[in-house]
Antibody, heavy 122, light 109 residues
Framework: EVQLLESGGGLVQPGGSLRLSCAAS????????MSWVRQAPGKGLEWVSG????????YYADSVKGRFTISRDNSKNTVFLQMNSLGAEDTAIYYC???????????????WGQGTMVTVSS | EIVLTQSPGTLSLSPGERATLSCRAS???????LAWYQQKPGQAPRFLVY???RRATGIPDRFSGSGSGTDFTLTISRLEAEDFAVYYC??????????FGQGTKVEIK
């Protein structure tokens, strides 16, 4: 079964940092680009960051550029999101998503994890 | 950056009725890189349609996507109880950004 399992969310103070992880299983992880998408409470979906199959290309939404860093470890089938300088506007459910259904960069998000909640509050 | 505008914001329909959801892009979507997702409360989004018209694996044929360029439509031919949810369109034809529309809620009338 194809599965993505996020972890690392929680409560953090403004200005703090958090590292999210997403463990993948059931598919050839190194063959697919991956992304993070977030959803603030009661709001819509916002793409946050994407990473190519080998990690050589990374992209960020303007709202997180310079604060968030995406990375991956293909030996552990895991993608990460390092989040620094967090503010209240970063409070959201963070979803990990596999880009597909084909193995390319110009892809939709065909598999989603269940998400991990990040709350930024003092 | 391509902006996607979905309409209507809310669609109130009865089971068995036809639902027509619109997604308009601020500029032409490259290679029809347009997808649709369904999201129910407390759940992750579910992949429905890609390439504007292709149903994802396991998606019932009552869901169909159409359109090209800047105007796209998701049609649900006969609404079933489990179809009442929020639907998002997304463009992926022009990386390095993957933008979503603001969503259309399909609610029971």
């Amino acid at each position: 079964e194809v599965q993505l399992l996020e972890s690392g969310g929680g409560l953090v103070q403004p200005g703090g940092s958090l590292r999210l992880s997403c463990a993948a299983s059931g598919f050839t992880f190194r063959s697919n680009a991956m992304s993070w998408v977030r959803q603030a409470p009661g709001k819509g979906l916002e793409w946050v960051s994407g990473i190519s199959t080998d990690g050589g290309a990374t992209y960020y939404a303007d709202s997180v550029k310079g604060r968030f860093t995406i990375s991956r470890d293909n030996s552990k089938n895991t993608v990460f999101l390092q989040m620094n300088s967090l503010g209240a506007e970063d409070t959201a459910i963070y979803y990990c998503a596999k880009m597909g259904p084909n193995n390319g960069w110009y892809e939709a998000f065909d598999i989603w994890g269940q998400g991990t909640m990040v709350t930024v509050s003092s | 950056e391509i902006v996607l505008t979905q309409s209507p914001g809310t669609l109130s329909l009865s089971p068995g009725e036809r639902a027509t959801l619109s997604c308009r892009a601020s500029q032409s979507v490259t290679n029809n890189g347009l997808a649709w997702y369904q999201q129910k409360p407390g759940q992750a989004p579910r992949f429905l349609v890609y390439g504007a018209t292709r149903r994802a694996t396991g998606i019932p044929d009552r869901f169909s996507g159409s359109g090209s360029g800047t105007d796209f439509t998701l049609t649900i031919s006969r609404l079933e109880a489990e179809d009442f949810a929020v639907y998002y369109c997304q463009q992926y034809g022009s990386p390095p950004t993957w933008t979503f529309g603001q969503g259309t809620k399909v609610e029971i009338k």
